[in-house]
Nanobody, 120 residues
Framework: HVQLVESGGGSVQAGDSLRLSCTLS????????LGWFRQAPGKEREAVAR???????TYADSVKGRFTISKDNAKNTLALQMNSLKPEDTARYYC???????????????WGQGTQVTVS
């Protein structure tokens, strides 16, 4: 099974930027759906951004215009550039990969351990 490892989280001030990175152990999943999710304390996990097999990018309304998802097939990496961060962006961020015919939360999805982003 593919393994995913996130990095790049940290504590920043409102208005700052952060770039999250996710490295996949295999390039077999780079053609699948890839995405970023987040979960804040006491809240349900929510989808932040995703890129599908056709490289179509989708964003949550709350991050449109501020966050950009990108992938590098040669390096097996997925990135999330986060600009103009707000305190409400504070959460643990997870990257995931899943087949196009399944949901990320299904048994066919693979997830990283997450990286913490704190905005004050």
């Amino acid at each position: 099974h593919v393994q995913l490892v996130e990095s790049g989280g940290g504590s920043v001030q409102a208005g700052d930027s952060l770039r999250l990175s996710c490295t996949l152990s295999s390039n077999n999943n780079m053609g699948h759906c890839l995405g970023w999710f987040r979960q804040a304390p006491g809240k349900e996990r929510e989808a932040v951004a995703r890129v599908d097999s056709a490289s179509t990018r989708t964003y949550a309304d709350s991050v449109k215009g501020r966050f950009t998802i990108s992938k590098d097939n040669a390096k097996n990496t997925l990135a999330l550039q986060m600009n103009s961060l707000k305190p409400e962006d504070t959460a643990r961020y997870y990257c995931a990969t899943w087949p196009t015919w399944a949901r990320a939360e299904s048994k066919y999805g693979f997830w990283g351990q997450g990286t913490q982003v704190t905005v004050s």
